[in-house]
Every structure is written in C-alpha cells, then in structure tokens.
C-alpha cells in the first residue's frame, strides 16, 4: 500500500510507529525544499538511510568521529568513481577502518539520518510499499521502538543546546586551564579543542569538523561544562533582508526574463523568494533546477572538474579579505594538488553552492586555475 502527506499532519515518529505496527517493507521519503531523506524498512525494522545533503554522507560522517581524513576521502571517492565499488569496502581495503567499524559507522550515520527528521515539522512525505534500497547497508536491521526513544531523547537535549547557544556566531576560546581531562581522548573532542582559537564561529567550526549541529553544540557544550573552553565573542544573528515586495506572478516573470539572459545566479535567487513564501511551488521549484543546472554547467565551463586550483595569496594576507566561513573552508582546502572534483569530494555543502564560491573566489582573483588550465570556452575558441 501507498501512504503520503505533510509531516504537518503526521510526524516522522508517527509514521515509523505506523510501518513497525503492520510490520510493514518499503521506503519513506520525506521531501523539502531540494533536500530528500529515506529511511528503509523491512519487515518493521530499519535496514538503511539515505540524505541528499552532502553533510550526511557516510564519508563526511566518518571525518566528524576522526576515523578518516580529508585525504583519505578523496582517494576513496576517486577509486569508487573508477571502479564503482561502495565507499564502505574502499575504505577498508585501504585499512583506513575495519568491516566491524564500517558496520556500526552505518548504523550511527543511519541514525543521524532519521533523528534530523524529527526536527522537520514541514515537509512532504511518501510512503512506497516493497520499495528496497539500491545498495543495502550490511549488517543493519534496528527495531524502530529503540531508535524512537533516542531520538525523542535527543530532541530534548538538542531544545535545550538550541537556548543555549543561540547563535551560529557564537565564539570560543581556550580557558587557559592546564589538566588534562579525559574528555580530550576522544578524537572528535580533542580536534574539536585544538580548532577553538577565539576566532572562528560555530558555523565555521561545524564545516571544518564536518559535523553535525547536534553533535557539535554537545560536545562544545561538554568541553565548555568542564570549564576547558569559554564564550569569548557573541554576535546576534543578522537579520535577512525581507524580499522586495513584488507580487508572485512579476517575480516569476523576471525569474524567466533572468533565465533567456542567461542570468542564472539572479534567476536561482528570485526563485528562492518565491519558494520562501510558497516551497510547494511547482513552478518554482522546476525554474529553480534548470537554474541551477545551468549554473553548474556554466561554471563548469569557466572551471572544468578536473582542474586544479591555486591560492593567489598567502594564507596568512587572506585575513584582509573578509571570508565568509563557507570561503575559508574551501581556500584552505586549495592546496595545488587537489582538482576541483577532490575539492567538492571532501567539502560538506551542496555542489551548487561550493561551485558558487569557488566563482566568487576567482572573480576576487583570490584564487586561479594553475598553468595548463585554460576556460573550456577559450580552449574551444582560440
């Protein structure tokens, strides 16, 4: 049987306590805005998920516990693109970690999956019965009741680290406190404190650790409790501009107008403004990927994927530029060896959106393709 519907009128727990009651085998995707989550069932149990978010890929949750490095990713991404086998296997073939570790890894990053869909209040769903996973997750077969008392569990504690870090701009910095603790031999711990300099924000923090909100706001705030880390800057959040006050039907119309120019940046964000109002927007939401599509390919023409980036300035002279969090992650991630297919590997943001600050980056001479790299478009016309 089919079930679908808003997650307004039925929850993800309710949903999932709907699946283990019958007993049920299928697939629940939940839909918002250009972001899908499924979670897998057989017979009522959980056997898998799945994010298009880049942040909860298997690779990008493996840095966040400190079993692999950025490195070691994006060798692993490389020779599953050549050889087409799971990134799982890949990563044990090359000892990075063990079957046993890969077996929990997936059923944790599983759970991470589904307990960031308790906190969508908002969002299309469907339930396809007999509908099985691609590629299974070995060894993984959760009963739904346990995984429910977890995640209600952390959805506590997560309201509570929300109040009390409110803002992603919050700064840290080292207390000057000498003990060793033995929180610190906890490898994500311990990387998190070396990363605190009283400069970066969460939201820098949680790019450079590749990890989750919840995940990171309890382990500072652990670090914090046993007084090895305190606030040292707070910035409120900047308000958003509210959109111009431009009704549906004309926003559109320029949206399409952006789109003959071939405009695609302005086209993507008039595009959002409608979907702020509306995210159901059909029209919308199709304009916005053909956007979105001919964005990337436009960029990638400046930019092939195989290309490889330098830095135009020494690190330590970007401090002058004003970074957003999103361009430091990436200047530090051009290193002159990556190209930039390696670079969007290990990077926790959505294609478009790195692509679209690494054409910012060159436009700012702030970053340049290394000798022997031309535009495809001057290659083609010399």
């Known amino acids: 049987m089919g079930l679908r519907g808003n997650l307004k ?5 309710e949903i999932m306590r709907f699946v283990q009651s019958s007993n049920f085998t299928g697939t629940v995707e939940v839909v918002r805005g250009s972001i899908w989550k499924r979670i897998y069932f057989e017979r009522g149990k959980i056997i898998s998920a799945g994010s298009s978010d880049p942040s909860e890929y298997l690779g990008h949750y493996l840095i966040s516990q400190g079993r692999i490095t950025e490195e070691q990713l994006a060798t692993a991404m490389e020779v599953q693109e050549k050889t087409k086998v799971m990134l799982g296997k890949i990563l044990v073939m090359i000892g990075a970690v063990t079957e046993e570790e890969i077996v929990a ?43 429910l008392e977890e995640g209600h569990k952390r959805m506590e504690e997560f309201k509570v680290l929300r109040q009390t870090y409110p803002s992603r701009k919050i700064r840290f910095a080292k207390s000057g406190t000498t003990i060793s603790d033995p929180i610190l031999d906890d490898p994500f711990a311990r990387k998190l404190y070396d990363m605190i300099d009283g400069e970066k924000t969460i939201s820098e923090i949680a790019l450079h650790t590749h ?20 606030i040292s800057g707070f910035e409120n959040e900047t308000a958003a501009f509210p959109p111009p006050q431009v009704d549906r039907y004309q926003m559109m119309n320029m949206a399409q107008t952006k789109m003959n120019q071939k405009k695609w940046d302005e086209a993507i964000n008039l595009c959002r403004y409608v979907l702020r109002d509306d995210e159901h927007d059909q029209e919308a939401k199709q304009l916005l990927s053909n956007a979105e599509t001919q964005l990337i390919k436009s960029i990638y023409d400046i930019v092939p994927p ?19 969090s999103e361009e430091s992650f990436l ?19 959505k294609e478009i959106q790195a692509l679209r600050i690494i054409k910012r980056l060159l436009d700012r001479n702030i970053i340049a393709l290394q000798d022997g790299w031309l535009p495809r478009d001057i290659v083609k016309n010399p």
């Open 306 to 324: 195989e290309s490889i980036v330098s830095l135009t300035l020494p690190l330590e002279e970007l401090a002058k530029e004003k970074l957003t």
């Open 331 to 349: 200047v530090t991630r051009i290193n002159g060896r990556w190209d930039v297919k390696s670079i969007l590997t290990i990077t926790p943001m």
């Open 211 to 230: 990890a989750s909100e919840y995940k990171l706001l309890e382990s500072l705030n652990q670090l914090k409790q046993r007084n090895l880390i305190i």
């Open 9 to 13: 009128t039925m929850s993800v727990p």
């Open 105 to 147: 890894f997936l059923e944790s990053k599983c759970k991470e999956t589904i307990f960031s869909l308790f906190f969508w209040d908002e969002a299309d769903f469907e339930f396809v019965d007999n509908e099985a996973p691609s590629v299974r997750s070995v060894g993984v077969s959760m009963e739904i009741g346990p995984v």
